[in-house]
Each structure stands twice: as C-alpha cells, then as structure tokens.
C-alpha cells in the first residue's frame, strides 16, 4: 500500500468541466425519434369523489394521441395507498394537484393545450388540513387504515428504528402509525427540577428547492420491456417500484440514472411508474417532465410537524425528565420520520427519564418524502430552544450547560441502544472559542444549537477494472448528487497507486452496475466508499501477482511507481500497469483479466455532529432578521475532500437558513396551496445567507474508508434551532413557529414586552 497522496486534499469535481460548458445532459434534454409528450390533468379539489371524467374536447385537439384515466391503469381494486403505485387518482381525489388524467400527445403544444380541457366532476367530501384537527374521531376519513403500508424510503434514507410501537386500532383512521420510547419516570424527574421549561413548536411542510423538476422519459422495446432515464437518487428502488407498480419482472426494466438537478431526498419514484406505463400502452417513447408549479403541487416536500416539550433540570445543570409529543403531517400517504424525531428529542442529552410519544397523521396535503436528514431539524428545532431556555433561566452558559449534558459514546439513546464514536462533545468545544469571544451590538444576539444524523448504512458493491493503458474504470451503482464519484475516484486512486486522473468513474444502470442504495442519509461515500476500496485493493492483489510471475518475485517485494509494477529497491526490474492488464486479456492470455471485486455490508453506524452559532441583528419595530453569520463546526470523521466537505456543508447551512426564515407551504382551509410557485415560495436568495465559517472536526470514524463518516445531513439541522436561539438572545422573545416571519418575530416581542 502506498502512503496517503490523496486523501485529505482539496481537488476539483471530475464533472465540473461538461458543467460549466454546459454539456451535462439532463433527462429533459432527450427526445428519441417517435417521443410521446405527457402532460398532467390535476385535481381541483382536495377531496373529492369523481363522478366523471369527459375527454372528449381533448382528444379532438390535433396531434393527441391518447387520454388515460385511472380507470385505464386500475380497472379494478382499492386505489394504492403508496405514492408511486397511486398513477393516477380513479374514484376519488385527495389531495388538491392530484394527477387525474393524463395527455399523451405529438407535441408539447398539444399536450398542454387538451390537458386543459379534460373535464373532471366532482362531489366534494370533507377536507381536513390540520394534523391535529385530522387525530379527531369527527374527522373527514383519508383512506381507511387497513389499505396501508410501510415508507421503504424511510428505510432507504437509513433512519434508525426501534421503540414501543402503540397500537393505532382504537385510534381514528388517519392517525396511521404510533410509536414511544420511555425511560424512568418523568413525573418524578419534574419533581426534582428547579426549572421547568414547556413550549409548543410547529413546522410546515418544506420543498426541498431543487432545481431541475421531476423528469422521466420511457422507452419500450418490441418485448414488452422497458428502459426508463430518469431523475432519481437510488435506480435500484426505483426499479423495483416500477416493476412490481406494472406487473413486469425486474430484468424487464431498466433504470438509467440520469444527472440530478438537485434532489435533496425528494428524488426516488414520482413519475416512473406512470410513464412507464404509457409507453407500453403507445409503443412508443414517452416523456413527461413537471412544471414549476406542478412540483409544489404534487411532488414530496418534507412533512410538517406539532411538537410539545416539557424540559426539566436542576441548578447543577442536570437535566431531569424530558417530555415529548410529535404529531407529523404526512400528507396523504404514510411516510412521516417520527422515528427519527423522537430519538433527537432525546438523544442530544443525557437524561435518566424520558417520556416521548410521536404520531403519523394522513391530511388533504401530497405525500411527503425525505428532505436532507428527514426528522431532525423539525425536533432539533424543538430541543435546542428548550435546552436553551433552561440553561439561560438557571443561570448557566448556554454552551456550558449542552457539554455539562450531551451524551457520550456508550450513553443510550431513547430506543437503549448505545450511542456509537461519535464528535458530539468534540463540536461544541471546536466553537467555544467564537462563543466566548462573541460580542453582541444593539439589537444583536447570539444563539448556539447543536444538531446530529445517526448516520446510514446498507449494503452495496463496486468494481474496479483495470485497461491495457494502465488506467483504471470504477463502476458504480450509486448516483453521484454530491460530487461522491470524485471521492470514489480519489479512494481508487489513493488505494491501487495511481494519480487520480488515471481514474474514471462510471454509475451504470441497473442492467449492468453493482448494488447501491440511495443516495440520502450520508451514508455513500460512508459505504460504497469502502466497497470502492475492497474493489481497488483486489485489483491490486491481482496485478501484484501476475508481475510477481512475471518478474520472478515475490508480491510483497513489488510496489507501484510511476505507472509501473517494480521490485523495491531494483527500479530496473519493472512492468507497466497497462502491460499486466494485457497480458490478462488477450487471445491465448494465462492469466484471468484483472478486475477488483469490493463489497460492504457495514453494520456500524457513524452518526454525524455539528454545532452552529448564529449572529443575528433583529429590527424591535418590525420583527426583520439580518442575518450577521454563522460559525458551522461538524465531525467529518476525515475529511477526504476538505473542498467537497466545505461545501456541503455550506449549502446545508443555506437549506437550514431556509427552513428557519424563509420557507413553507401554506394551504387554505379547502385545501389550496397558496404559494405553489417561486414566485411566491420563498427561498433565501444569495443576499440573505451571510459569511459561513466552516470547522472541520475529523474524528474518524473506524469502520469507514480513510475515517470517513457521512457529511451530508448534519450541516442543516442546527440552523433554525441557533437562529432561534440568537433572535431569543437579541429580543428576549421566543419563535416556536417556523419560518421565523417578521410578524411572528414581532408578535413574539410584543407578546414578551
């Protein structure tokens, strides 16, 4: 094995260059000979019967090929209760953007065009909006328990499970999934605090501001088998959805994943399904790609959420009980990550008796879906106000008091398994610094938060071919969404001996590529990485041993140098990395073709920390925020690509500054979005996210390539909790609802003056 080289160096993306010039293909850019284009007919009411469906003034318009109803895709049978497998709504609508029906037509022009003149009645049943009005016997029933399943989103973004799950039978029909985790005894742990701190917080649902919409092209052959280029995070799920979704063999289906424009989670199965299955209807091609306004209507934002937290701790700073009730709005379609929730509510701290409960409640509003570290900023959110308000009302050091309570490699967490090596405390001490040094001008404040991932895993492979030339090929089957095929280039490289641009990295499809999961839940470069590795390690061996043949030595005498295979000490007696390959495929060859095999299976989890500081300037008169900046420090485990780890760590500040100040889907008592564009969606724009200084804590991780943990999730968690924090230091006033408005800043102040 070489000395490290690579690792921990800055290097540019290997797909910046096609990039900037504007080369990299998205799904949208193809369009085979013989393309069909889809366009969308969505509901107008959020829950509703159909009592008809006339299509007739669409298919009259010129260059229409077909109309299909959800009578034409499900004749028969109950209406799917998961996301993808529900096409297109058949007896009745439940969510207001619902896709009803579906034009499939020469053109866009057309398409567009007879999509509005699809004729849908309805008889309009009860809506119910509120998650909380939703858990009432008397409300309007979504879809009957019976029909639901479970989210294997969830279990593909790598959530931890565990818990008491509550039995939701004597429950109404839309609170479809319960669980607890409790420890001690809480009414006693209240009994012994000096201070008490109970507050409620809620969170809306959140798009997860991707760029490029959803995007999927169909493509049937003579066979009956399809071949699918689409917009997804994870081609292996995406396939087994759209398989079983249409009745085909999974060999019948091919994923080719295309460049994802952004997904932040939001990217699996949407539109695969569905197109898929109008190109087997037509014979034909056929593309559908959403609108802006579509997506906000119909795709998967995070879920929104009602938290309750009663916090208890003594003078010493002991924290006592904790208390928790989570109710998650998971739209209509199971999904909601109370799991996850739960376990940050009280995993952050050390605490001897916990008390949390959290639901799972179907409303009018779409299914949710994942959103960068799905659970944890809303109960982060919750946790860090409640831990701050304790510590400043007992008189302790807000930073102070979190390293007086956090827990510990070996602590339990709610579900009593213990926390793994982790960087918690290592966070926390790396900002201590800026937090003592802080200086606060008028109307200025300072908030601190912490925020953590318990960190994902599943299982994958990789391989790693070596060329004639002596260049390496990395084939992959995880979607590169974050600059990770960089990162695997580098793990090649570092590990067979070869400069990094000898490496080139390949995400084939599911015909032909090895198994990767998702990619969410930071856990690629985690374990695919290791998988990369194993492949490169295993290439090496091989080479190693045909030019020990070769060279009449024995492998361990033999290092790589400069592109070829030498003995040490004897530069002299060497042969190229490209020769060996050779000689391992050519036409009488006696030795087999040189091609690393790696796989993981890792079962230790790596969770992730970061630890945040916000400065905030806040206007007393009109409750606005100026965002003054922000100090980021996260345990990376090592940092293999510093400028890689920098940067997602800046945009995941950015996304957090967003569900803080900015963002949320507001829907009217009939179900109605309200703001189902960007024009009304408000996303902090370049202006509003202030300077961001990344600390980069590396406390390696022993399981992943290098020390390598995940770094994706983290960055976002902490921010609205500090900004939180910093606009309570400033003002005197607390902000329970997200986003943090200028009327509610202000509404909060007058309520505290």
Request: charged letters at 20%.
């Amino acid at each position: 094995m070489t000395a490290t080289t690579l690792i921990g160096k800055s290097i540019p993306r290997i797909d910046s260059p096609q990039k900037v010039r504007g080369q990299t293909r998205y799904t949208a850019d193809l369009t085979p000979p013989g393309t069909l284009i889809a366009r969308l007919t969505t509901a107008t009411q959020a829950h509703a019967r159909i009592t008809g469906i006339d299509t007739s003034a669409a298919r009259a318009v010129p260059g229409v090929v077909d109309v299909v109803t959800g009578a034409d895709l499900l004749p028969d049978g109950p209406e799917p209760s998961e996301r993808a497998r529900a096409m297109l709504a058949r007896d009745k609508v439940i969510y207001y953007g619902q896709p009803v029906a579906v034009v499939i037509a020469e053109s866009e022009a057309a398409a567009e065009e007879a999509a509005a003149l699809v004729q849908v009645d309805y008889e309009p049943l009860g809506v119910v909006i509120d998650p909380r009005a939703a858990m009432q016997p008397d409300a309007p029933v979504i879809r009957p328990k019976a029909q639901e399943g479970e989210w294997a989103e969830a279990q593909m973004h790598a959530t931890v499970q565990g818990g008491e799950e509550v039995d939701v039978n004597r429950l109404p029909d839309n609170v479809i999934s319960a669980v607890r985790f409790s420890r001690g005894d809480v009414e006693q742990g209240f009994a012994e605090a000096d201070v008490v701190v109970e507050r409620s917080f809620t969170t809306p649902s959140v798009h997860q501001g991707y760029i490029e919409p959803h995007a999927t092209l169909a493509v049937p052959d003579p066979l009956g088998n399809l071949t699918i280029y689409t917009a997804t995070q994870g081609q292996f799920y995406a396939r087994t959805v759209t398989a079983d979704t249409l009745g085909l063999a999974q060999n019948q289906v091919t994923i080719v994943p295309m460049e994802v424009g952004g997904g932040f989670g939001g990217k699996t199965v949407l539109l695969e399904p569905l197109v898929g299955a109008l190109a087997l209807r037509t014979g034909r091609p056929v593309k559908l790609v959403l609108s802006r306004m579509e997506e906000f209507l119909l795709a998967t934002p995070a879920p929104g959420a009602v938290i309750d937290v009663k916090l208890g701790a003594k003078k010493d700073g002991t924290i006592t009980a904790i208390q928790g009730h989570v109710i998650f709005d998971s739209g209509v379609y199971p999904g909601a990550p109370a799991v996850v929730a739960l376990l940050i509510l009280g995993g952050y701290y050390r605490c001897a008796n916990l008390d949390l409960i959290g639901y799972e409640v179907l409303t009018n509003k779409p299914g949710v879906g994942a959103y960068r570290a799905p659970g944890a900023p809303q109960g982060t959110f919750a946790i860090e106000q409640a831990v701050d308000e304790a510590a400043r009302a007992l008189g302790w050091d807000p930073l102070e008091f979190r390293l007086r309570n956090v827990s510990a490699p070996g602590d339990p967490q709610p579900n009593d398994v213990p926390w793994p090596e982790m960087g918690l405390r290592e966070v926390l001490e790396a900002v201590r610094d800026h937090w003592q040094q802080r200086t606060a001008g008028p109307n200025e404040g300072f908030g601190i938060a912490i925020g953590g991932w318990p960190g994902g895993i599943e299982p994958c492979a990789a391989n790693v071919r070596v060329n004639t030339d002596g260049s390496l090929t990395v084939s992959l089957g995880s979607v590169d969404i974050t600059g990770t095929n960089t990162t695997m280039a580098m793990i090649a490289a570092e590990t067979f001996g070869v400069p990094v641009d000898r490496v080139k990295v390949v995400t084939d499809n599911t015909d032909g590529a090895p198994y990767a999961g998702m990619s969410g839940g930071s856990k690629i470069t985690y374990t695919v990485g290791l998988a990369v590795r194993a492949a490169a390690e295993e290439a090496r061996r091989q080479v190693f041993a045909i030019a020990a043949a070769e060279l009449e030595a024995a492998p361990e005498d033999l290092e790589i140098v400069d592109g070829k295979v030498q003995v040490k000490g004897v530069p002299d007696r060497s042969i190229a990395i490209g020769e060996i390959a050779r000689l391992s495929m050519t036409f009488g060859g006696k030795y087999e073709p040189v091609y690393g095999v790696g796989k993981s299976a890792v079962t230790a989890r790596a969770p992730g920390f970061s630890a945040q500081i916000a400065h905030v300037r806040v206007d007393p008169a009109t409750g606005e925020v100026t965002l003054l900046g922000i100090v980021a420090a996260q345990d990376v485990g090592r940092a293999l690509n510093p400028a890689l780890v920098e940067g997602q760590i800046h945009g995941g500040v950015a996304q957090g500054i967003g569900w803080a100040l900015h963002e949320g889907l507001i829907y009217d008592d009939n179900g109605q979005p309200l703001n189902p564009t960007l024009m009304d969606y408000s996303l902090p724009a370049a202006p509003q996210v202030p300077p961001i200084e990344v600390k980069l804590v590396e406390v390696p991780s022993s399981a992943g390539p290098f020390g390598a943990k995940g770094v994706g999730e983290p960055p976002v968690i902490p921010t609205a909790a500090a900004i939180a924090n910093a606009i309570a230091d400033a003002t005197g006033a607390r902000v329970t609802d997200l986003p943090m408005t200028a009327p509610r800043i202000r509404a909060a102040i007058a309520k505290a003056e």
